[in-house]
């Protein structure tokens, strides 16, 4: 099915442990980003992705690393976990430059640090 | 800078009474407007949008205007159903994709 995928779905890490979400879209759109989700704060950009080869930093990108080798995959890299970076993460993809197609969004990744 | 300002939750409703979801935007020229809707244990969908000044956007008996003059996008629906129950976010986007989230509304609908 089109559309955005995400794995895992659930994770448990512990602190300073390292790991990669993926996120993989079969829609060719250009533009990607990556989300996180907390109670009372609604949804913050951590990175974006405009095409492959070129990434930029949102709102929190502190913790996180990306990099798009393809169009297709979008992974989002936690080099040293922390209890702060206990979230839901989202990606989503959409076609660029318009502003009005909105985004496709996976179905999440929900972390744990402890 | 661009942002999103949504009415707080979380909104009990019993089934078939009106809902409204209060959004009002700050933004600098013309950008789109959505809503989308999260089920629980769910990602985001696109529930509705709109693109320029006095487009209304609907979706499954869902409406929202887009008002320029009052910066607005309020969600309505006439009818509320126990399948509603969700949390509703209002964004805004301009060209180049940067989009922008409210906080969130929890809406649950009791029968």
């Known amino acids: 099915n089109a559309g955005v995928t995400q794995t895992p779905k659930f994770q448990v890490l512990k602190t300073g442990q390292s790991m990669t979400l993926q996120c993989a879209q079969d829609?060719?759109?250009?533009?990607m980003s990556w989300y996180r989700q907390d109670p009372g704060m609604g949804l913050r950009l951590i990175h974006y992705?405009?095409?492959?080869?070129?990434?930029d930093q949102g709102e929190v990108p502190n913790g996180y690393n990306v990099s798009r080798s393809t169009t297709e995959d979008f992974p989002l890299r936690l080099l040293s976990a922390a209890p702060s970076q206990t979230s839901v993460y989202f990606c989503?993809?959409?076609?660029?430059?318009?502003?009005?197609?909105?985004?496709?969004f996976g179905s999440g990744t929900r972390l744990t640090v402890v | 800078g661009d942002s999103v300002t949504q009415m707080e939750g979380p909104v009990t409703l019993s089934e078939e009474a009106f809902l409204t979801i209060n959004c009002t935007y700050t933004?600098?020229?013309?950008?789109?407007l959505f809503w989308y809707v999260q089920y629980p244990g769910e990602g985001l969908q696109l529930l509705l949008k709109a693109t320029k000044a006095d487009d209304k956007g609907s979706n499954k008996g869902f409406e929202a205007t887009y008002r320029k003059e009052t910066t607005s996008f309020h969600l309505e629906k006439g009818s509320v159903q126990v399948s509603d129950s969700a949390v509703y976010f209002c964004a805004l986007s301009r060209a180049g994709n940067q989009f922008y989230f409210g906080t969130g509304t929890s809406l649950t609908v009791i029968p």
């Open positions: 933004a600098t020229g013309y950008p789109s």
């Open positions: 992705s405009v095409g492959a080869g070129i990434t």
């Open positions: 829609m060719n759109h250009e533009y």
């Open positions: 989503a993809s959409s076609v660029p430059g318009t502003g009005g197609y909105g985004y496709t």
